[in-house]
């Protein structure tokens, strides 16, 4: 039935559920705690101020009964002022605290009581207010009183003194003549008479002075009378008093009477009567006394004060108690209901949940996704769940439609995929080269017919897919396929392994057959290989036949080559120099060497000794020529021409150094073949004469356009053989011109003027000595050749005892020649 | 706020008045003793000033109260008097009476910063110590020993004279002054003594005048011992004319001396009860059976000179007030006055006086 809602309905219908009791729940707790907040309310709005307020004006009821006895203790205005109005503060504070009250409170039977008490404490210090200034004004009175008291018996005693004094002085007197031994006895007694008459005189005025005396005394201690009784009893005496001042009055000098009965008067006034002073300590006593009362009844009622607000206390205690205790209740309630909801919201959500979305929803819709999982990992014949009316159901539905759809998706896609290999096969089959593809792990995926036919038509190689790349070549290199692999296989194997994995430019490969193929490797991006194998035989061979031309070619330019000077020939084949006929003029270095008397040493010679000792010559000559890089122009029998400047130049004077170094270097290796040639039969030593020259010539290609030679023409050719004949055997002679360009390095000897054919002027000569730096620290050695005698000495390589030796051996010699022969 | 301001009002007001409630000024002199009656003199004139003062509103609107301490005339009482009234908080001392007191209690009164205006004291130490808070109303003894040395000299050059002092700072001040004066003249004494006061009996020392027959004596002391002498004379039968000084002013000593008191000669500052504008003052003296002899109106004119000096200030500062005294002339019951910067009359004169009939008259 429930069915109808569908899950969203019953979903929410179970939500609803678990909301309705979470509501209730909250409900409950919300009026338990309102119940609780009512309750704390009603104790800290209205119990608490009250007995706060209470018990404040229980304190401050006490403070105004404990400071009301300052105020009736206070003796001058100024600090009764000051008590008064600290008292009066405390008291309005107290009745503020009591409007407080009144206005908070319930019990009115207690306020009103309290009320009472206040208004009486504020009557009562009113009254002892009013009494303290009545006491203060008493006070004032008294002292007043004492002032005047104590002026008048200064006044009264002032009016008695002089009578005293004169007494007093009287008495002396009499005392003298009673003493007076030398006065006549009658004398004596009649003086001592008239001074005891003057004497008497003044008796009255002494008693007048005692009774103001005692008048004072008495009056004085009146104001410190403790009863009214007291007072009543002093009044006796100081009427007596008063009574002998009186009588005194009457006897007293008549020019101080009216004075003296004018302080009586006065004694009268404070003795007796309204301002008499002790009728002043008399009111003072009953402002006293009332005072006694006023505070005692202030305490009484601070105290009723205070009893009236404990009760109030109580009370408010009581309730605040009470209230506790009603807040405690219904808290509990409060929280057994809220805890109550919260276990049946639990019980009824787990219900919920458990009964009907795990069962009717969760369980389903676990089958519906189990399905749903089987399809997608390729299980398209997995069971589905069955279809119904709510969203499940529907979901299930679809389910099956999607299955469905993806099952017939899959049949297409194998057919797509069968026809788009087909096209493959046929369009690798149709190139004319061997096709082969292999997969990430070197399988063999696809290969053409051509392939086969190419490098393995030899039917025993497998090729069928998923071979190994290795396993093909392994086999096709025992057969004996391959030409690289023969005797080396595994190490064959192994470089077209890497080869294969890291393939570079196409490269050729010589089969066993005699065949050339060009392999072509691509790694592709899917991880494989492809290969492109092309027969490149014929290519091959034709290439072959060109190498052989070329060689033979190159073999001839070097035969060639010996007839040419190497500069020349260098810069033919180089391309540098064109071969034909043309000429320049440059400034060159030009040198002729011959050797001296070549034609009468070589006379008695066989012919082939001459070739040999003149090959041997030329040979050594031209090297030295050729090192210090002379162009060597010909050789005319036994005479070089060689030159300096062309084809290459490394200016004037360096060419010309270069010329005489060579020369040098020629004579020096001269002396060295003479020994060589000693040895092997030529008693005379070659010696050789050079010339040297520097001047323009023209140089460069002359002859017919079959024939050319590459020589130079110009006078100084002729200067310079000219030189080369003047040159003494085994030295070099050089031109001015030379000699200027190397006069710097080279030593040199002037030689005097040759006369040159063609030339006008006479040239000067010099004979070359050797480089400046050779001389500076050479070791001259001492080198003589003569017939029969060759001395060769090299002093400063000798040791001592070498010395020695050898000026024994030569003194020796020096003996043997000296004595004749035969002697 | 009004109400804020109000109360402020009274608070004010409350203080105001009670700080202006009265100022106290003090008088002492020796109310009991031998010298109690010029006491009496002092406190009487003092109370009559401070009364008609404060019924024509007090100084600087303020009303006086008079507060009354007996030195007994001695020096170490005085002290202590000048104390009490220090303590007491008055302005103004008026007094004491005997230069012996009077000196001493002036130290107690500038270290207190308080005015001191005596009625009686002559010595002329008192204002020779510096002290700018002194004044007094009456003459000093070196201006009294010139005219009573001169009045011997002129009168009994040829005569034998005593010069007689109680050894007190007044009577041997006025004696060692007259003396000078005298011998200045050219006059010197037979007798030169001290004599030893309060003593019932000055038979001896009188005694002793007639002996060396003395002609005139002059006392420097107080009227009581000098009452007992003239007795002691007039009961010997021997006539010596006694002269002495201010200290006579009293009808105490006609009342101890009796007959005896008729001639006897002394100085005082002119009789104040003859100045015109004393005699309202005099009048209701007499009304209240007082005769206001001696010192009475100079203690009343010490009263209205600080009251009118005070009024020319404006203040109570003493620095002020002492400014005032000494700047200004004051109408007095003793006539106009005024005080140099010692704090001394500038006009003293001294008049003769002679007891005629139990009271002092001037001499004709």
Redesign the interface.
Known sequence: MLERFGIRGRLLLAFFGISTFAVLATAAALYAFLQVGEVVDRITKDRVPLALASLQLSRQAERVAASAPAVLTSTSKAQHGEVSAAVGVEMTRLEELLAALKGATLSTAVVAEIEAAVLGLRRNLNALDDLVVARLTVVARKEELLRRLSATTNASQRLVAPGILVMNSKLQQWQAVTADTSLAPDRGAAAAADLVQAIAAYIPQQKAQQEISAVNDVLVKTTDAPTPDDLTLILFPLRRSLAVLDTVSTEIDERLRTRFQQRVGEFKALIDGGNSIPKARKDELAVLAEGEKLLAENNRLSRSLTAAVDRLVAAADREITASGLEAATVQRYGTGVVLGSAFLTLLSSVLVVWLYVDRSLLARLGEVSQSMFAIAGGDLRAPLPAAGRDEIGRMAEALRLFRDTAVEVEEKNLRDVAEARQRLIDAIESISEGFALYDGEDRLVLSNSRYRELLYSDLAIELMPGTTFEHIIRRSAERGYIKDAEGRLEEWVAERLSRHRNPGEPWVQRRGDGRWIMISERRITAGGTVAVYSDITELKQREENLAEKSTALEALSNKLAKYLAPQVYSSIFAGRQDVRIASQRKKLTICFSDIAGFTETTDKMESEDLTQLLNHYLTEMSKIASDHGATIDKYVGDAILMFFGDPETRGVKEDALACVQMALTMQKRMSELAEIWRDIGIETPLRCRIGIHTDYCTVGNFGSEDRMDYTIIGGAVNLASRLEQEAPPGTVLISYETFAQVKNTIDCEEMGHVQVKGIAYSVATYRVIDLKANLAGACRAVRTELPHFRLELEPELMSADERDDAATALRDALDRLSHKPGQ | MHRIIAMAILVLAAAFS?ARAEVLIGVSSA??G?L??FG?QAQRGAEMAVADINATGGVLGQQMRLITADDFCDPEQAVAAAQKLVGDGVVLVVGHYCSGASIPASKVYEAAGVLQISPGSTNPLLTEQGRANVFRVIGRDDTQGIVAGNYLAEHWSNSKIAILHDGTTYGKGLADETRKQLNKRGVVEAIYEEYTPAK??Y?AEIAALEAANIAVAYVGGYH?EVA?MV?AAR?RGYTVQLVSGDGMAT??FA??A?PAAEGTLFTFPADARRNPEAASVVERFRAE??EPAGYTLLSYAAVQAWSQAVDKAGSLELQAVIAALRGNQFDTVLGRIDFDNKGDLTSQNWVWYVWRG?EYVPVE
Do not use: Q
Request: glycine share 10%; charged share 25%.
């Open positions: 009670s109310m009991t031998r109690a009656w009496e019932n009996d038979s009581a007992l007795s009961d009808e105490e009342l101890i009796g059976n007082f139990g």
